[in-house]
Protein backbone atom coordinates (compact mmCIF):
# COMPACT_ATOMS: atom_id res chain seq x y z
CA UNK A 1 0.00 0.00 0.00
CA UNK A 2 0.97 3.59 -0.74
CA UNK A 3 1.81 5.48 2.38
CA UNK A 4 -0.40 8.33 3.49
CA UNK A 5 1.12 11.50 3.89
CA UNK A 6 -0.92 15.43 4.52
CA UNK A 7 0.87 17.52 2.46
CA UNK A 8 2.20 20.88 2.23
CA UNK A 9 -1.06 21.70 -0.61
CA UNK A 10 -3.19 20.17 2.35
CA UNK A 11 -1.98 22.77 5.20
CA UNK A 12 -1.52 25.82 2.23
CA UNK A 13 -5.68 25.31 1.54
CA UNK A 14 -7.03 25.21 4.91
CA UNK A 15 -4.84 27.73 6.22
CA UNK A 16 -6.20 30.21 3.16
CA UNK A 17 -9.42 29.95 4.63
CA UNK A 18 -8.58 30.70 8.25
CA UNK A 19 -5.75 33.84 7.67
CA UNK A 20 -8.44 36.39 6.95
CA UNK A 21 -9.47 35.54 9.98
CA UNK A 22 -6.36 35.25 12.29
CA UNK A 23 -4.81 38.13 10.26
CA UNK A 24 -7.75 40.61 12.31
CA UNK A 25 -7.38 38.84 15.51
CA UNK A 26 -3.16 39.26 14.98
CA UNK A 27 -3.65 42.98 14.19
CA UNK A 28 -5.92 43.29 17.47
CA UNK A 29 -3.72 41.72 19.59
CA UNK A 30 -0.78 43.67 17.95
CA UNK A 31 -2.34 47.11 18.93
CA UNK A 32 -3.56 45.96 22.23
CA UNK A 33 0.55 44.39 23.05
CA UNK A 34 1.61 47.48 22.02
CA UNK A 35 -0.49 50.05 24.52
CA UNK A 36 1.59 47.99 27.54
CA UNK A 37 4.41 48.32 25.37
CA UNK A 38 5.12 44.47 24.03
CA UNK A 39 6.44 43.95 20.64
CA UNK A 40 4.22 41.24 18.92
CA UNK A 41 6.58 40.69 16.81
CA UNK A 42 9.27 39.63 19.36
CA UNK A 43 7.24 37.37 20.86
CA UNK A 44 6.14 35.58 17.78
CA UNK A 45 9.42 34.88 16.50
CA UNK A 46 10.44 33.36 20.31
CA UNK A 47 7.35 31.10 20.02
CA UNK A 48 8.17 30.02 16.28
CA UNK A 49 11.87 29.13 17.51
CA UNK A 50 10.35 27.17 20.34
CA UNK A 51 10.77 23.34 20.75
CA UNK A 52 9.93 20.72 22.66
CA UNK A 53 10.92 16.89 22.20
CA UNK A 54 8.31 14.08 21.77
CA UNK A 55 8.51 10.99 23.64
CA UNK A 56 8.29 8.13 21.37
CA UNK A 57 6.36 6.44 23.89
CA UNK A 58 3.73 8.74 23.81
CA UNK A 59 2.61 7.96 20.40
CA UNK A 60 1.88 4.31 20.63
CA UNK A 61 -0.61 2.49 22.78
CA UNK A 62 -1.53 4.77 25.76
CA UNK A 63 -2.51 3.28 29.00
CA UNK A 64 -1.71 2.53 32.70
CA UNK A 65 -1.14 -0.70 34.58
CA UNK A 66 -4.44 -1.55 34.59
CA UNK A 67 -4.92 -1.92 31.08
CA UNK A 68 -4.53 -0.94 27.66
CA UNK A 69 -6.57 -0.10 24.84
CA UNK A 70 -5.42 -0.51 21.26
CA UNK A 71 -6.32 2.35 18.76
CA UNK A 72 -6.92 2.17 15.43
CA UNK A 73 -4.27 2.43 12.81
CA UNK A 74 -1.40 3.05 15.98
CA UNK A 75 2.02 2.96 15.04
CA UNK A 76 3.60 -1.12 14.71
CA UNK A 77 7.18 0.18 15.31
CA UNK A 78 10.00 2.92 15.18
CA UNK A 79 9.52 3.61 11.48
CA UNK A 80 5.09 3.96 12.02
CA UNK A 81 6.07 6.12 15.17
CA UNK A 82 8.55 8.16 13.51
CA UNK A 83 5.93 9.32 10.39
CA UNK A 84 2.91 9.67 13.74
CA UNK A 85 5.61 12.39 15.52
CA UNK A 86 6.43 13.85 12.12
CA UNK A 87 2.61 14.00 11.60
CA UNK A 88 3.27 16.07 14.82
CA UNK A 89 5.45 18.50 13.83
CA UNK A 90 4.22 19.08 10.30
CA UNK A 91 1.06 20.34 11.71
CA UNK A 92 2.56 22.29 14.93
CA UNK A 93 6.03 23.48 13.64
CA UNK A 94 6.70 22.81 17.50
CA UNK A 95 8.25 19.15 18.16
CA UNK A 96 11.86 18.65 15.72
CA UNK A 97 12.80 16.39 17.93
CA UNK A 98 11.62 12.68 19.06
CA UNK A 99 13.42 11.20 22.64
CA UNK A 100 13.70 7.59 22.43
CA UNK A 101 13.36 4.93 25.33
CA UNK A 102 15.36 1.76 24.75
CA UNK A 103 14.42 -0.89 24.65
CA UNK A 104 11.18 -0.03 23.88
CA UNK A 105 11.89 1.82 20.39
CA UNK A 106 15.21 0.23 19.99
CA UNK A 107 15.96 0.44 16.33
CA UNK A 108 17.40 -2.61 14.84
CA UNK A 109 19.06 -0.56 12.09
CA UNK A 110 20.44 2.79 13.39
CA UNK A 111 21.44 3.90 10.57
CA UNK A 112 18.15 3.68 8.12
CA UNK A 113 16.27 5.10 11.12
CA UNK A 114 18.51 7.86 10.78
CA UNK A 115 17.90 8.88 8.19
CA UNK A 116 14.82 8.15 7.63
CA UNK A 117 13.98 10.85 10.63
CA UNK A 118 16.01 13.19 8.54
CA UNK A 119 13.54 12.49 5.50
CA UNK A 120 10.75 13.09 7.78
CA UNK A 121 12.45 16.63 9.20
CA UNK A 122 13.19 15.20 12.84
CA UNK A 123 16.03 14.81 14.89
CA UNK A 124 16.91 13.06 18.44
CA UNK A 125 17.08 14.74 21.86
CA UNK A 126 17.89 12.66 24.58
CA UNK A 127 17.42 8.65 24.79
CA UNK A 128 15.98 7.10 27.89
CA UNK A 129 17.34 4.59 29.38
CA UNK A 130 15.27 1.30 31.16
CA UNK A 131 16.39 -0.68 34.06
CA UNK A 132 12.66 -0.55 35.66
CA UNK A 133 11.66 -3.63 34.14
CA UNK A 134 13.24 -6.75 32.59
CA UNK A 135 13.83 -6.92 28.87
CA UNK A 136 13.41 -9.76 27.24
CA UNK A 137 16.49 -12.26 27.59
CA UNK A 138 17.96 -10.27 30.29
CA UNK A 139 19.82 -12.38 32.94
CA UNK A 140 19.33 -10.92 35.93
CA UNK A 141 16.59 -9.33 37.13
CA UNK A 142 15.54 -5.34 38.69
CA UNK A 143 12.78 -6.56 40.59
CA UNK A 144 14.97 -5.77 43.71
CA UNK A 145 16.92 -2.75 41.74
CA UNK A 146 18.84 -1.78 39.13
CA UNK A 147 21.92 0.78 39.23
CA UNK A 148 21.59 0.52 43.46
CA UNK A 149 20.77 -3.38 43.51
CA UNK A 150 22.64 -4.87 46.58
CA UNK A 151 24.18 -7.70 43.58
CA UNK A 152 26.82 -6.42 41.69
CA UNK A 153 26.64 -8.03 38.78
CA UNK A 154 23.08 -6.59 38.45
CA UNK A 155 24.17 -3.38 38.93
CA UNK A 156 27.08 -4.10 36.51
CA UNK A 157 24.33 -5.50 33.84
CA UNK A 158 22.47 -1.49 34.59
CA UNK A 159 25.71 0.26 34.00
CA UNK A 160 25.95 -1.34 30.82
CA UNK A 161 22.82 -1.14 29.10
CA UNK A 162 23.02 2.67 30.20
CA UNK A 163 26.18 2.61 28.25
CA UNK A 164 24.35 1.22 25.34
CA UNK A 165 21.64 3.72 25.05
CA UNK A 166 24.94 6.31 24.91
CA UNK A 167 26.40 4.32 22.33
CA UNK A 168 22.97 4.08 20.39
CA UNK A 169 22.37 7.99 20.76
CA UNK A 170 25.47 8.75 19.36
CA UNK A 171 24.57 6.91 16.36
CA UNK A 172 21.55 8.33 16.17
CA UNK A 173 22.92 12.46 16.76
CA UNK A 174 21.30 12.73 20.69
CA UNK A 175 23.50 14.48 22.70
CA UNK A 176 21.67 13.21 26.00
CA UNK A 177 20.88 10.28 28.53
CA UNK A 178 18.01 10.47 30.56
CA UNK A 179 18.29 7.87 33.55
CA UNK A 180 15.36 6.86 35.51
CA UNK A 181 15.54 4.17 38.33
CA UNK A 182 12.43 2.84 40.02
CA UNK A 183 14.74 2.06 42.51
CA UNK A 184 13.41 1.76 46.00
CA UNK A 185 11.56 0.35 48.93
CA UNK A 186 7.81 -1.19 49.54
CA UNK A 187 8.62 -1.83 53.32
CA UNK A 188 10.42 0.11 56.10
CA UNK A 189 13.78 -1.62 56.71
CA UNK A 190 13.83 -3.13 53.50
CA UNK A 191 16.82 -1.23 52.60
CA UNK A 192 19.35 0.70 53.80
CA UNK A 193 18.61 4.29 52.71
CA UNK A 194 22.58 5.20 52.44
CA UNK A 195 23.46 2.46 51.23
CA UNK A 196 21.33 1.78 48.49
CA UNK A 197 22.47 5.63 47.12
CA UNK A 198 26.06 5.06 47.93
CA UNK A 199 25.52 1.85 45.53
CA UNK A 200 23.47 4.16 42.95
CA UNK A 201 26.53 6.68 43.14
CA UNK A 202 28.96 4.47 41.94
CA UNK A 203 26.84 3.00 39.21
CA UNK A 204 26.14 6.62 37.92
CA UNK A 205 29.53 7.24 38.00
CA UNK A 206 30.66 5.01 35.40
CA UNK A 207 27.84 5.67 33.44
CA UNK A 208 28.77 9.74 33.72
CA UNK A 209 32.73 8.44 32.76
CA UNK A 210 31.32 6.72 29.48
CA UNK A 211 29.42 10.26 28.40
CA UNK A 212 30.94 12.12 25.43
CA UNK A 213 32.51 15.65 26.00
CA UNK A 214 29.57 17.54 24.34
CA UNK A 215 27.07 14.86 26.15
CA UNK A 216 24.37 15.70 28.98
CA UNK A 217 23.29 13.34 31.69
CA UNK A 218 19.72 13.75 32.83
CA UNK A 219 18.55 12.57 36.01
CA UNK A 220 14.79 12.45 36.93
CA UNK A 221 13.74 12.19 40.86
CA UNK A 222 10.45 10.62 41.05
CA UNK A 223 8.36 10.46 44.78
CA UNK A 224 6.88 6.97 44.44
CA UNK A 225 5.75 3.88 41.99
CA UNK A 226 6.91 1.39 41.29
CA UNK A 227 8.58 1.73 45.64
CA UNK A 228 6.07 2.56 47.54
CA UNK A 229 7.99 3.39 50.68
CA UNK A 230 11.01 4.73 50.06
CA UNK A 231 12.87 5.50 46.54
CA UNK A 232 16.22 6.04 45.55
CA UNK A 233 15.98 9.24 44.07
CA UNK A 234 12.31 10.29 45.63
CA UNK A 235 13.12 14.37 45.20
CA UNK A 236 15.05 17.02 43.78
CA UNK A 237 17.09 17.44 46.86
CA UNK A 238 18.24 14.10 46.13
CA UNK A 239 18.40 14.81 42.77
CA UNK A 240 20.43 17.82 43.17
CA UNK A 241 22.90 15.95 45.24
CA UNK A 242 23.67 13.32 42.85
CA UNK A 243 24.00 15.23 39.87
CA UNK A 244 26.67 17.67 41.80
CA UNK A 245 28.39 14.34 42.38
CA UNK A 246 28.95 12.98 39.42
CA UNK A 247 29.98 16.67 37.74
CA UNK A 248 28.70 19.43 35.06
CA UNK A 249 27.78 17.18 33.02
CA UNK A 250 24.85 16.17 35.26
CA UNK A 251 21.64 18.22 35.25
CA UNK A 252 18.40 17.53 37.48
CA UNK A 253 14.89 16.49 35.16
CA UNK A 254 11.65 17.51 36.44
CA UNK A 255 9.16 15.62 35.19
CA UNK A 256 5.93 17.09 36.30
CA UNK A 257 4.28 14.34 37.57
CA UNK A 258 6.79 13.60 39.86
CA UNK A 259 6.26 15.14 42.91
CA UNK A 260 3.40 15.15 46.30
CA UNK A 261 0.50 17.23 45.28
CA UNK A 262 0.40 20.76 46.04
CA UNK A 263 4.69 20.92 45.68
CA UNK A 264 5.78 24.04 44.43
CA UNK A 265 7.22 23.20 41.52
CA UNK A 266 8.26 26.34 39.82
CA UNK A 267 10.14 27.53 42.90
CA UNK A 268 12.24 23.98 42.55
CA UNK A 269 12.69 25.21 39.10
CA UNK A 270 13.98 28.13 40.18
CA UNK A 271 16.18 26.46 42.62
CA UNK A 272 17.80 24.35 39.95
CA UNK A 273 18.43 27.20 37.93
CA UNK A 274 20.27 29.45 40.54
CA UNK A 275 22.87 26.34 41.60
CA UNK A 276 23.08 25.60 37.61
CA UNK A 277 21.67 22.25 37.74
CA UNK A 278 18.29 22.13 35.46
CA UNK A 279 18.66 20.16 32.69
CA UNK A 280 15.67 19.84 31.30
CA UNK A 281 11.81 19.02 31.95
CA UNK A 282 9.21 15.80 30.88
CA UNK A 283 5.88 17.97 30.49
CA UNK A 284 2.55 16.65 31.03
CA UNK A 285 0.09 17.45 34.20
CA UNK A 286 -1.78 15.24 37.09
CA UNK A 287 -3.90 15.72 39.82
CA UNK A 288 -2.93 13.16 42.02
CA UNK A 289 0.48 11.51 41.22
CA UNK A 290 2.46 10.76 38.01
CA UNK A 291 -0.88 10.59 36.06
CA UNK A 292 0.93 11.70 32.25
CA UNK A 293 -2.07 13.62 31.66
CA UNK A 294 -1.82 16.37 28.72
CA UNK A 295 0.43 19.55 29.55
CA UNK A 296 -1.67 22.25 31.05
CA UNK A 297 -5.12 19.94 31.13
CA UNK A 298 -5.29 19.99 34.80
CA UNK A 299 -2.88 22.63 35.98
CA UNK A 300 -2.86 25.69 33.36
CA UNK A 301 -1.39 28.43 36.38
CA UNK A 302 1.49 25.99 37.30
CA UNK A 303 2.69 26.06 33.77
CA UNK A 304 2.48 29.78 33.13
CA UNK A 305 4.07 29.64 36.44
CA UNK A 306 7.26 27.69 35.62
CA UNK A 307 7.21 29.36 32.26
CA UNK A 308 7.65 32.70 34.05
CA UNK A 309 10.91 31.22 36.15
CA UNK A 310 12.43 30.33 32.81
CA UNK A 311 11.21 33.41 30.61
CA UNK A 312 12.87 35.73 34.08
CA UNK A 313 15.98 33.74 34.12
CA UNK A 314 16.74 33.78 30.42
CA UNK A 315 16.17 37.50 30.61
CA UNK A 316 19.07 37.79 33.36
CA UNK A 317 21.17 35.65 31.57
CA UNK A 318 21.19 32.57 34.21
CA UNK A 319 21.37 29.44 31.50
CA UNK A 320 25.11 28.44 30.92
CA UNK A 321 23.08 25.97 28.60
CA UNK A 322 19.12 26.00 27.90
CA UNK A 323 17.14 23.18 29.43
CA UNK A 324 15.69 20.54 27.12
CA UNK A 325 11.70 20.64 26.68
CA UNK A 326 10.41 17.03 26.02
CA UNK A 327 6.90 15.81 26.89
CA UNK A 328 6.00 12.40 28.76
CA UNK A 329 2.44 11.72 28.60
CA UNK A 330 0.64 8.67 27.77
CA UNK A 331 -2.89 8.10 28.61
CA UNK A 332 -5.43 5.75 26.75
CA UNK A 333 -8.60 8.06 26.00
CA UNK A 334 -7.51 10.51 23.16
CA UNK A 335 -5.67 9.93 19.92
CA UNK A 336 -2.05 10.65 21.08
CA UNK A 337 -0.94 12.66 17.71
CA UNK A 338 -3.85 15.06 18.88
CA UNK A 339 -2.62 15.39 22.82
CA UNK A 340 0.92 15.54 22.05
CA UNK A 341 -0.12 18.42 19.35
CA UNK A 342 -2.54 20.22 22.45
CA UNK A 343 0.25 19.59 24.79
CA UNK A 344 2.95 21.42 22.35
CA UNK A 345 0.61 23.90 21.89
CA UNK A 346 0.05 24.87 25.78
CA UNK A 347 4.18 24.96 26.48
CA UNK A 348 4.18 27.62 23.51
CA UNK A 349 0.54 29.12 24.86
CA UNK A 350 2.26 29.36 28.10
CA UNK A 351 5.70 30.49 27.03
CA UNK A 352 4.21 33.50 24.90
CA UNK A 353 1.98 34.39 28.31
CA UNK A 354 5.52 34.00 30.81
CA UNK A 355 7.16 36.88 27.93
CA UNK A 356 4.11 39.43 27.67
CA UNK A 357 5.01 39.56 31.94
CA UNK A 358 5.49 43.55 33.26
CA UNK A 359 8.80 42.32 34.65
CA UNK A 360 9.33 46.12 36.08
CA UNK A 361 6.20 46.28 37.20
CA UNK A 362 6.55 42.80 39.18
CA UNK A 363 9.85 43.95 40.49
CA UNK A 364 8.43 47.13 41.86
CA UNK A 365 4.98 45.52 43.56
CA UNK A 366 8.43 42.81 44.59
CA UNK A 367 10.07 45.56 46.25
CA UNK A 368 6.99 47.68 47.61
CA UNK A 369 5.64 44.30 49.52
CA UNK A 370 2.72 44.55 47.07
CA UNK A 371 1.30 41.07 47.16
CA UNK A 372 -1.70 41.80 45.56
CA UNK A 373 -0.13 43.90 42.25
CA UNK A 374 2.50 41.60 42.13
CA UNK A 375 -0.08 38.58 41.39
CA UNK A 376 -2.55 41.05 39.26
CA UNK A 377 0.70 41.78 36.88
CA UNK A 378 0.90 37.59 36.93
CA UNK A 379 -2.93 37.74 36.19
CA UNK A 380 -2.83 40.00 33.27
CA UNK A 381 -0.20 38.08 31.46
CA UNK A 382 -2.03 34.50 31.98
CA UNK A 383 -5.38 36.48 31.23
CA UNK A 384 -4.32 37.49 27.64
CA UNK A 385 -5.44 35.12 25.10
CA UNK A 386 -2.07 34.73 23.10
CA UNK A 387 -3.67 32.21 20.72
CA UNK A 388 -3.24 34.47 17.34
CA UNK A 389 0.19 34.91 17.85
CA UNK A 390 0.64 30.98 18.46
CA UNK A 391 -1.37 30.19 14.73
CA UNK A 392 1.15 33.21 13.42
CA UNK A 393 4.09 31.31 14.68
CA UNK A 394 2.78 28.14 13.12
CA UNK A 395 1.37 29.76 9.75
CA UNK A 396 4.63 31.69 9.11
CA UNK A 397 6.65 28.28 9.94
CA UNK A 398 4.52 26.52 7.27
CA UNK A 399 2.50 24.40 10.08
CA UNK A 400 -1.42 24.46 10.32
CA UNK A 401 -3.21 27.48 11.69
CA UNK A 402 -5.55 24.88 13.35
CA UNK A 403 -3.78 21.71 13.37
CA UNK A 404 -6.10 19.93 15.81
CA UNK A 405 -8.78 20.87 13.14
CA UNK A 406 -6.29 19.85 9.58
CA UNK A 407 -5.60 16.42 11.46
CA UNK A 408 -9.34 15.50 11.55
CA UNK A 409 -9.87 16.88 8.47
CA UNK A 410 -7.25 14.97 6.73
CA UNK A 411 -8.47 11.59 8.32
CA UNK A 412 -4.87 10.36 8.79
CA UNK A 413 -6.10 7.80 11.23
CA UNK A 414 -8.35 5.77 8.97
CA UNK A 415 -5.51 5.68 6.15
CA UNK A 416 -3.09 4.40 9.04
CA UNK A 417 -5.64 1.97 9.84
CA UNK A 418 -5.73 -0.09 5.99
CA UNK A 419 -1.76 0.84 6.15
CA UNK A 420 -1.43 -0.65 9.45
CA UNK A 421 -2.98 -4.16 9.84
CA UNK A 422 -3.70 -4.65 13.88
CA UNK A 423 -1.69 -7.61 14.66
CA UNK A 424 -3.85 -10.86 16.32
CA UNK A 425 -2.12 -9.50 19.85
CA UNK A 426 -3.39 -5.82 19.54
CA UNK A 427 -6.95 -7.29 18.28
CA UNK A 428 -6.26 -9.10 21.72
CA UNK A 429 -5.44 -5.72 23.54
CA UNK A 430 -2.21 -7.52 24.25
CA UNK A 431 0.46 -4.98 23.27
C1 LIG B 1 8.70 7.36 34.96
O1 LIG B 1 7.47 7.51 35.56
C2 LIG B 1 8.80 8.19 33.69
O2 LIG B 1 8.37 9.49 33.91
C3 LIG B 1 10.20 8.17 33.12
O3 LIG B 1 10.47 9.33 32.41
C4 LIG B 1 10.12 7.04 32.20
O4 LIG B 1 11.19 6.95 31.35
C5 LIG B 1 8.78 7.35 31.55
O5 LIG B 1 7.98 7.67 32.69
C6 LIG B 1 8.17 6.32 30.72
O6 LIG B 1 7.55 5.31 31.46
MN1 LIG C 1 9.26 11.19 32.94
MN1 LIG D 1 6.55 9.50 35.10
Known amino acids: TETYRIQEADIATQNAKALPALQEDYDALRRRLSRNGSDIETITSAVAAFGVALPSWGVGTGGTRFARYPGVGEPRHIF ?5 CAVINKLTRATPTVSLHFPWDKPSDIKATRQFAEELGLGFDAVNSNTFQ ?18 A ?12 CIELGKALGSKALTVWIGDGSNFA ?42 TVIADWGTNYLAATQLGPKARCLVDLGHHAPNTNI ?36 QLFLIFNELVDAADRGAFDVAPAYMLDQSHNVTDPIESLMSSAIELQRRYAQAMLID ?64 TARQSAGIV
Do not use: C
Open 80 to 84: DKLED
Open 134 to 151: DAAGQKLSYKYGSLSHTD
Open 189 to 230: GQQHFTRALERYLESAKAIYAALPADWHMYIEHKLYEPAFYS
Open 359 to 422: RARLEQAQAENDALMALETLKAAFNTDVAPILAMARHRKGGAIDPVGLYRWSGYRRHKQNERPA
Open 266 to 301: EMIVARLIQFGKLGGFHFNDSKYGDDDLDSGSVNPF
Open 153 to 164: ATRAQAVEHNIE
